[in-house]
Nanobody, 114 residues
Framework: QVQLVESGGGLAQPGGSLRLSCVASGSIFSIYSIGWYRQAPGKQRELVATITRGGATNTANSVKGRFTISRDTTWTSVYLQMNSLKPEDTAIYYC????????WGQGTQVTVSS
């Protein structure tokens, strides 16, 4: 089993920055990728960015150049640095881990508004 806990969400102004953190615990050895997804009201959940154990990243075109995913060397924490935030980035952001099965965190709200 894998447990994921997100933090770092909140309110930001357009053009501002936030940094999300996802801490993984449990059977970390089984995880081969961790990612961030988001879901805005009335919309489907969408991929934001993923990173593999080896460090390979995949970032959605909508956030490329603004958001950066990274991980620590112990593979227990993954971060999403969000810069140049836009109102359309407003959503609940979920941490996801792919292992023998898929795991999700509880989500953290990000609101971008002036």
């Amino acid at each position: 089993q894998v447990q994921l806990v997100e933090s770092g969400g909140g309110l930001a102004q357009p053009g501002g920055s936030l940094r999300l953190s996802c801490v993984a615990s449990g059977s970390i050895f089984s995880i081969y990728s961790i990612g961030w997804y988001r879901q805005a009201p009335g919309k489907q959940r969408e991929l934001v960015a993923t990173i593999t154990r080896g460090g390979a990243t995949n970032t959605a075109n909508s956030v490329k150049g603004r958001f950066t995913i990274s991980r620590d060397t112990t593979w227990t924490s993954v971060y999403l640095q969000m810069n140049s935030l836009k109102p359309e980035d407003t959503a609940i952001y979920y941490c996801n881990a792919e292992a023998y099965q898929t795991y999700w965190g509880q989500g953290t709200q990000v609101t971008v508004s002036s």
